[in-house]
């Protein structure tokens, strides 16, 4: 799942970005409201965490801009403006939530799902297609009455392909769900994680259809 982290304070958005990752999601972390919004434009990103305190462009404009693209990209507003205002104004520009700075990364991921399940268009409580069952709050996965938790990354790909049950997904489109901009891919990295998870659940719980890409079964 791809975030578009908005933060110019460097040492808040290096552990922010992180800490995603350690979370299971691929991060393309921008510090100026211009670069946010040509993101936005030219990339798909299932939510986005702003700060207001932003340079070029501040993160009321990058909040309205956004919205003016008539894209349906959850919003989260991460920021250290408190007053009750300041967190009027930012939902009624549009923001679907907002978190006042300092907070636990936990209720940040907390709160991503749950704007994820209003929305839509990320992960319900449980990923499930009948035989595989995942939970994205503690990465476990129950497959033929087994339970095994997986990596972050192994997590990442098993949610893209439960995400779209019955739907094959190409190496580079699984990439895009696992990796952020900056992260080195090595050639067999895809090939790698589905090789472990299936040592975990089982050879048949991801099918492999040959030179197009793998894919998992749809609800029976």
């Known amino acids: 799942m791809r975030v578009l982290l908005i933060e110019d304070d460097k040492m808040v958005g290096a552990a922010v970005a992180q800490a995603l990752r350690d979370a299971a999601y691929a991060v393309d972390w921008v510090t100026d409201g211009e670069t946010a919004i040509h993101a936005a434009e030219n990339e798909a990103y299932e939510v986005a965490l702003l700060d207001l305190g932003l340079p070029v462009a501040d993160g009321r404009e990058v909040l309205r801009r956004i919205r003016r693209l008539g894209r349906k990209l959850p919003i989260i507003i991460v920021t250290a403006r408190d007053g009750v205002d300041d967190r009027i104004d930012g939902l009624d520009l549009g923001a679907d939530d907002y978190l006042v700075k300092p907070f636990e990364i936990r209720e940040l991921l907390a709160r991503m799902r749950a704007v994820l399940r209003r929305e839509g268009s990320g992960s319900p409580a449980l ?27 192994e997590f990442a790909l098993l949610q893209a392909l439960l995400t779209r049950p019955g739907t094959i997904l190409s190496r580079s489109e699984l990439e895009r769900q696992i990796y952020g901009w900056n992260e080195e891919v090595e050639s067999n990295a895809i090939e790698f994680l589905i090789h472990t998870i299936r040592k975990k659940l089982g050879a048949t719980a991801i099918r492999n259809v040959r030179g197009v890409g793998w894919m998992v079964d749809r609800p029976s």
Do not use: H, I
Not at 132 to 153: H, I, K, M, N
């Open 127 to 153: 990923l499930s297609n009948g035989n595989l069952c995942l939970d994205p709050a503690t990465r476990e996965v129950q497959f033929s009455g087994e339970t095994a938790l997986l990596t972050a990354r």
